[in-house]
């Protein structure tokens, strides 16, 4: 892997992130308004002051347009992205390589989905023509990512109960910490056996496997390292970004079998090498992962190399990543119980990395990781499904390396 | 002598119990079952289905044909010429006269004469979809099937199987059976009326086509008579003074009557089982009469039909649910999931990969030998560009590697069942298993494919490729009760 990195080179300042739900009474727009505004203010800046704009949404507006009319942005430099479910953090990763090669001082990156809109079950896909000849456009998301469950129960001998209690615990987890979190779509805890006994989606997957439809947008400020400490006493320093698209060939090559992220352990190898991390799960304090569905995180906790292989469901078991365990993972609820407007979940998951490493989340969610003195946090956001996808990982930390 | 060199059938694997109709409705209950075709499956393709095992392993055999010739009374399109599907999910050669013959009930036998008497080699093919409305006898004792037949002078390794002897047909205009273009359901005129005159067409056909033979009636060793008009082809079996163990089954308890494709599928069945020699005569009643006559040679034996009709009758789903028999014959409009239309196909992408989405033609690397589902100019194996041969996979069996059930997905018949395959000899494909129940989906289960109309959307039918459990003979389908 090539990358360099920019390690320690820029540091987010001010973030805003909407609540995440059904936001019958606002529109992209209004949503944009809302974080874009808080993360000026969180940096103590005026708008005026951002010299540059990276937009990510998968559908929800074209062009840099999309940001600079609803808020008449006066002839600034605004891109608009979007890779999947992981545009969010590709927004990001635009606004932090524009600051570190000199070329802005100060950057922002927003994210926002208004998927509530559409009177639709879950996502819609945004359609190519096609021939009609794959099943790509048949299939639905819990569909494609339930393929994982056979195959992982099948590999390590787990039967279908046992597999369906480990998916149970994640979502319940997840639930827990969305519970303890005023912006999050689900707000309520839910029992294991509720979480069991819901009605089936698709394969293993019922209901409460799969992350919530929802409107919502986050944005981040990032300037240069060097100028951070002059918005803020406590930036937040980027470690490492990492994003690579998979060749997609899991549908079409007999070698791939369903129980992994190629492109995420990519992904992951070339973050931990970039933020010189070798042993993660002791040295994150926590790591906010992209748990789309229950079989996802299950299966990230080892690609992202938080559990040995074969493991992870024992790990889960045992609580391993729960808000009080040795590596929370999901404290603010996660895609599960937060909810997923896909532009902006990755920059939502780099807002609670940036509460809890700045000790400011609220007390009932706050890790106890970060005041036993780790100083680092990792997002990890995907876009696409087993075989085939885009994977992003960042690693942050609230001080400079030594 | 050119004459008959293959053939295959096809009946469709779903039946509705006539008990079942009769219970929703209130009606006097029927005996049996009637053949159903698939919420996935149209004339075209079970056209393709019936001529795939007739052509299967002989590229001499497909690549020779000059002429297809697609008969149904239940055309999926108009205006647009179904047979050329048919054309492209047989890879057949680019010079064939690809038609419609369609219709009409009659066009079956009219496309097997046509056939017969061609002076190039000619695959004939026979497909109906047979209903009425809820309550009419049509849907029930009706059915749906297809049968295909390669007619042509024989090769070394391609023996005539059935000589053609000898054919006449008879053209009346009747007010018999009739429908409007669009309507839901045939109309008939009282039955009686017609009868007494098909009875005297099918003499007159029989005695001509008989006296040109130089054949007896008593002759006959296997009689076949077809058409929509029950008491007519009754009667012509009876009163042929052919002989009571010369006449075929006519299958009306297990699939009941196929339409433009019940001569085909009783002709298939007759050549299961005909010994060389054996003297074989089809009668199609319809708008007039039309008679063939066939002789079993001393090939036949070595090259019958690999899925005969009689395995196929009785291998087949447990009786479906009348309303969902109604539901996929467009008579109930049920609720769909809150999801977008489906999309149809677009036109350029769908010819600009033809082989691939016809003939589940798929492509191999000439470097390192991976193969591709669907083609791809790069290869996923050794990322060598462009260096990708044609590798015809519709033949090709499989085995499930993971599986899910869909029931978010928009499908006419819910849940959508979704297996990722590897096949035998390399290469792997996501897509949809069909005549399947979610018990047949696991890990392991294998597969082969079927050529299916997955869906209609926004007017357009798109026609793909399924994986269907790979069934071996049986010799009666599941118990009822």
């Not at chain 1, 010299?51 to 999309?66: E, H, I």
């Not at chain 1, 993972?329 to 807002?351: C, E, Q, T, W, Y």
């Not at chain 2, 002709?267 to 089809?282: F, S, T, Y």
Request: hydrophobic share 45%; aromatic share 6%; charged share 20%.
């Amino acid at each position: 892997m090539a990358s360099h990195g920019i390690r320690d080179r820029v540091a987010i300042v001010g973030m805003g992130c909407t609540p995440f739900g059904e936001h019958w009474d606002r529109s992209a727009d209004d949503l944009l308004i809302d974080s874009v505004s808080a993360a000026v203010a969180d940096a103590g800046i005026g708008l005026e002051d951002v010299d540059a704009f990276w937009l990510g949404t998968q559908a929800s507006g074209v062009s840099g347009m999309a940001l600079s009319r609803p808020l008449h942005l006066d002839y600034k430099p605004v891109t608009r992205i979007e890779n999947m479910c992981a545009t969010g953090s590709e927004a990001l990763r635009g606004a932090c390589y524009a600051v570190a090669c000199g070329a802005y001082d100060v950057a922002m990156a927003v994210g926002v989905e208004k998927l509530k809109d559409s009177g639709m079950s879950g996502l819609v896909s945004t359609a190519v023509p096609g021939a009609g000849d794959d099943s790509r456009g048949e299939i639905t998301a819990p569909a494609n990512f339930s393929l994982l469950a056979p195959a992982y129960a099948a590999k390590y001998g787990l039967g279908p109960d046992a597999l369906k209690d480990v998916m149970a615990r994640i979502a319940w987890k997840n639930h827990v910490n969305g519970a303890r979190n005023p912006r999050a779509q689900f707000r309520k805890e839910v029992s294991l056996a509720q979480i069991r006994d819901a009605p089936t989606v698709a394969g293993m997957l019922g209901v409460f496997d799969c992350s919530g439809v929802s409107d919502g947008s986050a944005a981040a400020i990032v300037v240069r390292a060097e100028d951070a400490h002059r918005y803020t006493d406590k930036p937040i320093y980027i470690k490492a970004l990492s994003l690579v698209a998979g060749p997609v060939d899991g549908l079409v090559d007999t070698g791939y079998d369903f129980t992994t992220f190629p492109e995420v352990v990519a992904s992951a190898r070339d973050a931990y090498r970039q933020a010189g991390i070798t042993d993660p799960a002791a040295e994150l304090a926590l790591a906010e992962v992209h748990d789309c569905f229950t079989p996802t995180e299950l299966i990230l906790m080892e690609d992202l190399g938080f559990s040995a292989r074969g493991q992870a469901w024992k790990d889960v078991s045992a609580g391993a990543f729960d808000l009080d365990g040795a590596l929370p993972v999901n404290p603010d609820g996660g895609l599960k119980a937060f909810g997923h407007p896909i532009g902006a979940s990755g920059l939502r998951m780099m807002f609670e990395a940036w509460l809890q490493l700045r000790g400011e989340a609220p007390p009932e969610r706050t890790v106890g990781t970060v005041a036993a003195g780790r100083k680092l946090a990792l997002t990890h956001n995907l876009g696409g499904g087993p075989g085939e996808c885009v994977s992003f990982v960042s690693v942050v930390g609230s001080e400079p390396s030594a | 002598m050119a004459g008959l060199l293959a053939y295959g059938a096809y009946v469709p694997y779903h039946r509705l119990a006539r008990q079942d109709i009769a219970a929703a409705l209130g009606t006097s209950a029927g005996r049996g079952t009637r053949s159903v075709a698939g919420y996935d499956e149209d004339t075209t393709s079970m056209a393709v289905e019936a001529a795939r095992p007739a052509l299967r392993g002989d590229s001499g055999l497909r690549g020779s044909i000059r002429h297809l010739l697609l008969a149904t009374a239940a055309p999926a399109y108009l205006d647009k010429t179904n047979a050329a599907a048919v054309h492209a999910a047989l890879a057949l050669d680019r010079h064939v006269l690809a038609l419609d013959v369609a219709a009409a009930v009659r066009s079956g036998i009219g496309a097997l004469i046509a056939g017969a008497r061609s002076d190039v080699p000619t695959l004939a093919v026979l497909a109906d979809i047979r209903t009425g409305r809820p309550g009419s006898t049509d849907e029930s004792a009706c059915g749906d099937a297809a049968a295909a037949f390669v007619f042509g002078a024989p090769s070394a390794t391609r023996p005539v199987i059935a000589e053609v002897v000898a054919h006449d047909a008879l053209s009346e205009e009747l007010l018999e059976r009739w429908r409007l273009p669009g309507a839901v359901a045939s109309r008939v005129w009282e039955e009686r009326f017609a009868e007494d005159i098909y009875v005297g067409l099918a003499r007159e056909a029989l005695d001509g086509a008989l006296s040109e033979a130089g054949w007896e009636a008593a002759d006959i060793d296997h009689f076949a008579v077809a058409g929509l008009h029950g008491r007519a082809c009754a009667a012509v079996r009876r009163g042929s003074g052919v002989r009571l163990a010369a006449l075929t089954p006519d299958f009306a308890d297990a699939i009941g009557n196929t339409g433009t494709a019940h001569i085909g599928v009783q002709l298939a069945d007759v050549l299961d089982r005909a010994r060389p020699g054996e003297k074989i005569a089809l009668v199609v009643l319809g708008d007039g009469a039309g008679v063939l006559l066939l002789r079993a040679t001393d090939a036949l034996p070595a090259h019958r039909a690999t899925r005969p009709v009689a395995e196929q009758i009785a291998s087949h789903s447990a009786p479906m649910a009348y309303a969902s028999f109604l539901s996929w014959r467009g008579m109930l409009d049920r609720e769909p999931p809150r999801r977008p239309d489906p999309e149809p196909p677009y036109a350029p992408p769908a010819h600009r990969r033809t082989a691939w989405k016809y003939a589940f033609t798929g492509s191999r690397c000439e470097k390192c030998g991976a193969r591709h589902l669907p083609v791809s100019r790069v290869c996923a194996s050794c990322r060598a560009v462009d260096a990708m041969v044609d590798e015809p996979m519709e033949q090709v069996h499989g085995t499930v590697v993971t599986f899910t059930v869909d029931r978010l997905a928009f499908t006419p018949s819910p849940p959508m069942l979704v297996v990722v395959v590897d096949y035998d000899g390399g290469g792997r494909f996501r897509c949809q298993l069909t005549d399947a129940t979610e018990a047949d989906a696991s890990v392991g289960a294998r597969v082969e494919m079927t050529f299916r109309r997955t869906v209609t959307a926004g007017g357009v039918h798109n026609y793909f490729w399924k994986a269907r459990p790979l069934r071996e003979a049986r010799a009666t389908g599941p118990a009822r009760d």
